[in-house]
């Protein structure tokens, strides 16, 4: 009998061990030792248009998978000065009920090489944004720092410009350029600090854009009935609402980005918007959501690509991603939140 109750035992335990563990981990629903947290900093130029939003939602709901430090922004042309990019990062930051808990600096205003020589005095243009960076790649820990740039390249150029060191201790992945082709917005903003970066050793991945092309970021599309079938709803929900950059009160993201899409101009056939940042960070959580290939470091002479195949500093190119996976899983993220956790 005695014996009996240990095998029971044993096997209570057992179906305990499995109900409490198992389906989290079989889900995905937390990372385990194999999978861990992918650790980063979102560097955007957050109210230029409605990508950057939706990518930083992305990262906010999606909480099993990554491990945000920080968000920093930075301002190009379209997107007004420094303090209109840090409200619009503010307001998706409250619609994921993380504002006040995940640090959020302003970086660059100026050019890299308007804000250069001045990096090492008590203050500059964009000196929070940089330091930050600084600071977070320095810091001991287990797993790597991805900065995620999906904007100009100052804020980077500025940050390895002040400390050199940080190089070894971070990787870029930059949403940016038509490479191989010319032109492009996140590079026209600052060519300067483009070749900077593409000149030092820090691990550099170029998220291509390619305007009108199957192979880059743009091909990955919504139209405007298709986020108003969808969104509306959708995220979490917050107490007070935000005030959107168009007017409007907001409880939840999904509403947002129905407002976001109703003041933004269409192009190609049928008309629709690319979601160009949000696909950097969905190939950061599913790398087989894109395909990427290995090239000896070009550089940008008069705006135009020059390759340099002796080039011995490589960088990773990526293109041909999969929009239908993208796109769902987004969705299906944002439906089924987790958020981050506070830093």
């Known amino acids: 009998m005695k ?125 929070a944004g940089v330091d930050f960076i600084i600071e977070e790649a320095n810091k001991s820990h287990d797993q790597e720092l991805i900065l995620l740039a999906v904007g100009k390249l100052t804020n980077v150029a500025l940050a390895l410009e002040k400390d050199p060191s940080i190089a070894s201790k971070m990787r870029v992945v930059w949403l940016g350029s038509n490479y191989p082709k010319p032109g492009e917005y996140n590079q026209d903003n600052d060519t300067v600090s483009v070749n900077y970066v593409l000149n030092t050793q820090v691990p550099f991945e170029m998220v291509t854009v390619r305007y009108g092309e199957p192979s880059g970021t743009d091909a990955v599309k919504v139209t405007q009935a298709e986020i108003n079938q969808k969104m509306p709803g959708m995220g979490p929900q917050i107490e007070l609402p935000i005030i959107g950059r168009h007017g409007g009160e907001f409880f939840n993201f999904g509403d947002y980005a129905v407002s976001l899409f109703e003041h933004i101009d269409y192009y190609s056939d049928p008309p629709a918007r690319a979601l160009f940042d949000m696909v950097a960070a969905a190939i950061l959580k599913n790398p087989d959501w894109g395909e990427k290939k290995e090239i000896p470091a070009p550089i940008l002479i008069n705006n135009e690509w020059v390759e340099r195949p002796g080039n011995p500093r490589k960088i990773i190119v990526w293109e041909n991603f999969d929009r239908d996976a993208v796109i769902n899983d987004f969705y299906h993220t944002l439906e089924n939140y987790q958020l981050v956790n506070p830093k």
């Not at 939003?53 to 997107?79: H, I, R, W």
């Open 3 to 127: 014996q009996k109750i240990i095998y029971f035992a044993i096997f209570l335990g057992c179906c305990i061990v499995w109900s409490c563990s198992s389906p989290r981990q079989e889900s995905g629903l937390e990372p385990n030792v194999e999978n861990p947290k992918i650790r980063l900093i979102y560097d955007t130029d957050a109210n230029n248009e409605l990508d950057d939003q939706f990518a930083l939602m992305y990262l906010l709901v999606n909480g099993p998978t990554f491990d945000l430090e920080g968000v920093t922004v930075n301002a190009t042309k379209s997107g007004g000065n420094i303090d209109q990019h840090y409200e619009e990062a503010k307001r998706i930051l409250q619609l994921g009920q993380r504002f006040g808990q995940i640090p959020l600096l302003k970086g660059a205003d100026a050019s890299f090489e308007a804000i250069r020589a001045h990096v090492q005095e008590t203050d500059f243009d964009g000196k």
